[in-house]
């Protein structure tokens, strides 16, 4: 199957979401594609249609009214015709196409079925999002160690608290939403351990005051923290976990201002959960192939490198959200539609947008990436997080490669970057194709410089049955 | 005498290997990490099978055998070296007979080749139905980057020096002999004599080296699936793989060659393009691949494709590796454009430039049984390219 239009959005998360309807609003035929079965991405995710009643989650989420308002416009243009939805689509790799570009999707809606598709369009918005990062640590492998975003996942897309007694662990502010998230739903969260320390911010007053709404948000947090008696330990790592085929342990420590452990701090606590979150990782897999330049996004990630309408350096493509950077949903909804507004511009459309509003959107920009940028200096890595690893530590989970052996390759001068560890180590050849490993083993060999991730050529797993319908119903039309 | 070798790819790496065992002074010059170029772009092959009678087989042959022998000094293990065999087979009566005549030809030169009628009994899950194949029990594989890192690390237990950098010029001394090499930085190597080993970039090395060859690139996209228990045995491919090989056409050609890994992979080749360096995926590629190993394979239908790679084949007008020393600059000598090849004629490429360098044999390598590979027969007598 093969469809076109003037805009293909890949990513119907907040970004996305605002560019499909402000590209919409301005007269373009869009095509919307996620892997979802939802409008709304992680951020937005929601219990599926039929059980949202059942299952209330409003507590849970944010700008709820702009998720709103974003439902009715797209819905208003999917009736018209203008805007096609294509909602449980994995897109696996985007090819340039003439002056556009070819987006190759597995429609998984009859999954395990799959059926290629093909969508075309002078213009490609990618709105991929980000993923949580984490960092390997002994016994992180053990089933009942989850990441932060996923526990917020099971939170949003089914009321489900993952556990009765947490733990949670990493650094950044979104360990506080999942922790008061939790203990909403009864789970009893033992300790938030949060690496950083709280005077970090003090150093950073200029974004904090431009940006009264993340205090407000910030207090009523604390609040229910508070309320639900969750303790918050800062300069505190969780460094290990322990337990007999599942966590039942963890193993927590006071940091030094380098990150390393404080002899005589490290304590035991039971838990039958853990969350681990270390911020968040671009996804960047569709943008990479078609050339786009990466940039140093601050918080040791390379993301997307965008001018102010969100254009790439490649012509015809675009990105907004998480993939320039990790930043939160109401930048992403302004860059989304930043993006749309250079769209439409860059396609000649006659539907321009209302110019005072568009220099509020660049001036909300503004003001969240500034604050995006002192949250990533204020909750960096612990420069000496690797000195939490044994030798037998697992990192790559997948094809189960050690820290031993990921040291080893670096240290005969054999590997220098995660590439060529990859390569000698088979660290990042598994299933998640280093998505997961990748930053821990860059940090290992080459802790200096931001992690950029390896080229994807194929953005998701897709069989090569569903490949192969590809090469057959190209082979019929000719 | 001091030898640079110019490229840390499995080449540069197995003529390190065999010139430091020789006693030579050995300096492999690199801009960037050991098999990181084409090396690391292939599957490993190790055939006699897709090779007619000719030079290229010759040294194919001396190379198998040198394989094992390095195999021994670096572990199998450790370089995930097996000889699993190949698999040919063929699709139609007609693909057969022309197979056995090729098949039969390879025999006449000392090939070990065993024509099989059920190929389902070395294959239990390829596709019903095939006329037949022949086995080539000599094929084998290798982990490319493991195996050009194990080499290039013997090497330097011999003596061998890795030095970073990138080759930008020759220096010559009395008559136009090469004297050593010059590099990005500024540093100067000094050397009696300078393998270009560069693979693909070959060609521009030897245009710094002031001995031009004509290398260029061709592109192939290689499937990699998820990890699944043992299914495929051999290395399976299909006849018309060989006539691709061979072939001159520019534009797309596929033919499928589908095999296992130690890592539980499945590894599924070949596509040949003439694109110059562009690394733009072609999504058509990846589909006419999966559908012919799905045809060679169906069981591979509900396999997931969990990555695709692609790389540069350097390759010579004629499909001939050039090894041996340019009579334009005295003391360089050539060891690239090897194709699909290079992997398997990697030891055998390192013991004759090793030879070349000696002025007699070394390993079974004599350079007067591999004069079709000299970079004379791209030359005038004037010296000039033809």
Redesign the interface.
Known sequence: MSASGDLVVVGAGPAGMAAAATALDGGLRVLLVDSGAALGGQFWRHPPQQARHAIPTADLHHGLPTYRALCATLSAHARTGRLTLLLNHHVWTTAREGDGFAVHAMDRSRAPEETAVVLRAPALLVATGAYDRQLPFPGWDLPGVLTIGGLQSLLKGGGVAAGRRVVLGGTGPFLLPVAAALAARGAEVVAVCEAAAPSAWLRHPVPLLRNPAKWVEAARYAGTLARHRVPVRTRTAIVGAEGDGRVAMVRVASLDADGSTLPGTERRIEADTVGVGWGFVPQLDLLIPLGCDLADAGDGTMAAAVDDGQRTGVPGLYAAGETCGVGGAVLAVSEGAIAAVSVLTDLRSPGRPNVRRLAAKHAAVARHRAFARAMAQAHPLPTAWSSWLTDDTLVCRCEEVTAGAVRAASADGSASDHRQVKQLTRAGMGWCQGRMCGPAVHCLVARDQPYAPAERLIATPATLGGLAGLDESTTDHV | MKVVVVGAGIVGAACAFHAAAAGLDVTVLDRG????GTT?RGEGNILLSDKEPGPELELARLSRDLWDEAGEELGPDTVELEAKGGLVVASTPDALTALHAFAASQAAVGVCTEPVERVRDLEPHIAPGLPGGVHYPQDAQVQP??AA?GLL?AAVRRGAR?HTGEAIAAITGAGGRIAGVRTADGTVLAADAVVNAAGTWGGEVGRRLGAPVEILPRRGFV?V???LPPTIRHKVYSADYVANVASCDAGLETSCVVEGTR?G?IL?GASRERVGFD??????V???L??Q??RLFPF???????????GFRPYCPDHLPVIGPDPRVPGVVHACGHEGAGIGLAPGTGALVTAHLLGRPWRGADPAAHTGLLPDRFLTTGGMPK
């Open positions: 990490p050991v098999g990181a690391s980057v493991l890192a690390r890795v499937l699936t998820e990890p890592a992979t599924i690394t733009a995926m072609n999504p058509a990846v589909a006419a999966a559908a190993a799905c591979l239908r509900a396999a997931h494709l969990i990555r695709a790679y692609r």
